[in-house]
């Protein structure tokens, strides 16, 4: 009787058997759903064969096998490596892979492979007919942009009267879809300057080798430009390419660019801001090798790709690869994993790369190909100016320079973005008289005051509460928020520059799907002319009437007790900054700040960051800190104090006893409340482990993960987090 070895989605550190009933197609990779205790689950086959250590009274069938292509050996590979890098049971780490609607399992078939185009009888037809049809002018404006296409992906996230419109402009002829077909390299729109022809050589040289390309470029170098490039051979001799970005909202335009670069390439998107069934309609393109190019957030690093000859990290730095809870992964890693193990080129493109990356190609492990100049031979590096911060407080938070620089684009007919990396009115509220600060009642954190409507929010649980009328602790009734936030800066603003079109974008502004579309779209069509917001305005967006950044708070992140919080500063800035001036306008970046002579401003000031990134590596070196140590992290936390401290008392042991056998030595530390000790009612605290090897600590962390198991005291949770984010 045949046997099936199943990794299920469970925190038990073991696989499964079950016997394979007749009939049902059973082999490694297959995704299967079994009975577990009195649950159905989901899990994928790893092995099989005719040995059970299972009575056979308790040996249960497999229950079902889905109708969707086995996970390939590869991605079987991937989760395997890591399931055991990142401490996980391998069901946990098979999750990851599984597609999207496992649970169901029903066959999509999608037309995510497709474009939806404007046909000419359409472009003259249609203006004329929606003028007095605002869902169906809604609708053509969408076309009316980028080519005039729509990406099936967002024409399958229409509202229902539109996509009824859009079968009826079909039936008439007016939008036509556009087959997924092979492309090769035509429709590139630039020349590539040398720079790019040098990168862009040496990667297809690299074609069919495991070769891991640093493609360090600053901000408007041209990086997509290269990747585009690069891909293109791939595409034509039939293979896949696997391109990652951080952020959801980049999807659409970078999948905007790809098609006007490459008209006709079948793309699939994959991330999770999906709707289930068009995640698995792209996971079926990307199986079937349909999905020429598979671009998507972290989780697309698990797609299956019959055919992968390229991957590409793009932004190769973000936090945002790092997954922050369940199998914390890191999703750039597991790419050149990935690429090393098919034996194909990997790209980690970056203006600001980590100082992982950066290491890595000093160091001749990575191949570090520089595009040191913009690509826009109209475009110069932005005029940097450091502005004192002081001074401004008492204007709302806008100082003189600043305010002067806003209103003369306001005269030019440019735009402004002005960048705060807080939401909210103001990141707290405090008694004039007594000093009391409003704090969360369930985490050892201030709350923020927002408006409109009025509110004390915190950022880390989501506790809400009226704001007080009056000081709790003395009467007093001058409550004064403090900080800026960007609802408070918009107000400011819009009060300073009274005829100014202002928008403000943050996580509060952008709940609803489109909204950050929308918002791009109005400052590509120049109906908007200043920009509010925060870290989401950073990234990826190219607007080139937009000849003015402005960064305030940013001396924050100097308080930080996180290692990475001035490598993370220095990023945020060259980006922001990377912002102003892409095309024939010169662009400004006014920065206020009372540390004038920081390193991370002196690098933005200097254009240089490569120089910073030394910096900051020699630093490290010294101080023992990634990426010249390995780390790990373990987390608990509990609704007592006392149980925490008991269970990180217990690790603490356990862990020296191990270290002691280490070698190269393992630094086990003393157990320490979290950054933030106390979130969402929950007491936190921590141990960092070290080792100069990553081996070594690989060795430790395997012993000492069963002995945490071991450990009594049910009432804490915990976790291990390798090469953490940071150490809060
Ligand atoms: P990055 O991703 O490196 O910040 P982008 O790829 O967004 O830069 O390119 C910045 C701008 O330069 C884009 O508008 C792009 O179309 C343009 N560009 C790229 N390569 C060239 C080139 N060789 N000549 C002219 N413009 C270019
Ligand atoms: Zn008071
Ligand atoms: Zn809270």
Known sequence: MPIARVALPVAAATTFDYWVPEGLDVSPGRIVRVTLGARKVTGVVVAVGHDTSVAPEKLHPITDVLAVPPLPDDVLALAAFIASYYQETLGLALALAMPPTAGGGRRVRGAVVATWQLTPAGAQALPERVTRAPAARALFERFAHAERTLPASEAAALPPHQKRTLRAWREQGFVAGVPATDVGAAGMSHTLNDAQRIAVDEI?????????????????????????????????SGRQVLMLVPEINLTPQLVARVRHALPGLSVATLHSGLPAGERMAAWHAAAAGDAKLVLGTRLAVFAPMPALGLVVVDEEQDASYKQQDGVRYHARDAAVWRAHRRGVPVVLGSATPSLESWLHAREGRYRRLDLPVRADPRASPPRVALTPNRAARAQDGIGDRMREAIGARLARGEQSLVFVNRRGFAPSLVCASCRWEAQCPRCSARLTTHRDPPRLRCHHCGHAERVPAACPECGNVDLQPLGFGTQRLERALAAAFPAARIARVDRDTTQARHAFAAVRDQVGARTLDILVGTQMLAKGHDFPRLTLVCVLGADNALYSADFRATERLAALL???????????????????????????????????????????????????????????????????????????????????????????????????????????????????????????????????????????????????????????
């Open 204 to 236: 297809a040289k690299a074609d069919g080798t495991f070769t891991p390309f640093l493609l360090n470029g600053v901000t408007g170098s041209g990086k997509t430009d290269v990747y585009l490039a690069a891909a293109a051979p791939v595409f034509a």
């Open 574 to 728: 060259m980006q922001v900054g990377g912002r102003a001036g892409r095309a024939g306008l010169p662009g400004e970046v006014i920065v206020q700040t009372d540390f004038p002579e920081h390193a991370a401003y002196a690098a933005l000031v200097a254009d240089d960051y490569g120089r910073f990134a030394d910096a900051l590596l020699a630093e490290r070196q010294a101080l023992e800190l990634p990426p010249y140590t390995h780390a790990a992290l373990l987390c608990a936390d509990a609704h007592h104090r006392s149980d925490v401290d008991a269970f990180l008392a217990h690790a603490h042991a356990a862990g020296i006893a191990l270290a002691a056998d280490a070698d190269p030595a393992v630094a086990v530390y003393s157990p320490v409340p979290a950054l933030l000790a106390r979130r969402a009612g929950l007491e936190r605290g921590q141990i960092v482990v070290q080792s100069a090897r990553r081996a070594a600590l690989q060795r430790f962390l395997s012993a000492w993960r069963a002995a945490l198991a071991d450990i009594p005291g049910r009432r804490v949770r915990w976790a291990l987090d390798v090469d953490p984010a940071g150490f809060g």
